[in-house]
């Protein structure tokens, strides 16, 4: 029998995880990592192994809906597994992940009624594409296949739904198969001309989407594909009507459009999904995952609409299959995970209640733009994101690159002290707490963040630029 070592202590957990776990966006750096260790988590709190408290800035990574601790879930998963803890999707209906199916086509909008369950959220878009090239395949359209993202976007990290991704910073060592993406220019109003407005810059967003279908040719061009929001690329809300315009443009193109909302749905802006609901479009194709389990379990799902299945059925000759499918696709345990945590989600009024404390929650993270060193407050239902102004405008991209870095650390390390997670990106904070977060908890999670960006602020010398 071989014993399976047991850590004695905090550092030893530490010790194993710098020397045998290589986390993601893993650093090749030869300093060991300094990561926290959350041992428990209650609420909208992670507690570490001496007990202290932090509230989840981020809410694990915009998914723990319902927070943590709750036992509902956890029964619903423990009783799933003792029943039955796999059956293969590829042989066996199962009840939780048919009426999981069931009740998800009775939450999204529009036509949207076929479901096609991944193990999460890069697996979702890397099916939806598949899904675009079988069709276009099946339509005889073999050149259609070329997808038009946009910069700053993040879709995933297998390597169709990374090749998807515009983030620069993520591409530096790795590949993608370039010759299946064209990127449209970043859509952040905050990059306008002086002088231009948002509705015009707008306006110059949608033309590059028109002169790049122009330019590479509707017949080679097989999806469109946009988060409602671009979330980690930096809460990024597009200008109104942008996405109302670009779907006009998508369908007048015959091109696919896949409403990327593994960060947006099941409640973060207040609604199931946000596509419909928040920015008036009823996509071809919705890719979810992350908050659809609160976080209690791996799960995504592709919804599909009934035109583009009814197409494909009418081609069908007998011999055609969409190939594509994982071993824990529609996992029982993660089915009966999501059951429990949607229907706690309506009985609790959650959507409700995000509705209620956005407002508030949006005015706490525009009153942060007080601060010299915050260049923008942003964000739309309960997400929000600073923004730093610290590097000269002078300094090269090597110094401006590296002030970014600090000004995040420091920024991470004052709220740490303070019982805040926030997990910067370079110079860029992102808040999605739990959405069951109180406005009490709202004002203690702003007013830590506050004084930490006071105390960045005025510990920040010319020294350091
Ligand atoms: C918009 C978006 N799409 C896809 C993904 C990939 O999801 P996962 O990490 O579950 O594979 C993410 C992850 O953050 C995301 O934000």
Redesign the pocket.
Known sequence: MTDVAQPSSAQDVRDWDNTFNMHPWESMGTAPADRMIAARGEGIYLIDPDGRKYIDGPGG??NVQVGYGNAEIAQAMADQAMALPFNSPWYFASDPASQLAKKLTELTPGDLNWVFFTT??????DSALRFMQFYNNLKGRPNKKITISREKA????TYL?ATMSGKERDRTFMDAATELVRFLPDVSPLLRPDGMSIAEWGDEKIADLENLITDVGAENIGAFIA?PIL??GGVIVPPDGYHARTLEICRANDILYIS?E??TGFGRLGHWFASEEVFDIVPDII?C??GITSGYAPL?AMLVSDRLVDELKAEDRGDVMFSNGFTNSSHPVSCAAALKNLEIMERDGVLEHVREITPYFQERVRRLERFDVVAEARGVGLVGAIEGAVAPADASEEDRLRIDYEFGARIDKACEARGLIVRPSINMCVFSPPLVITREQVDDMFDILEAAIAEVESSLTSRDL
């Open positions: 990574m915009w999460g959220g890069s697996s979702a878009v993040y879709h995933g990290s739904a988060e979330a980690s990327d593994v960060v890719t995952a992350k995504g």
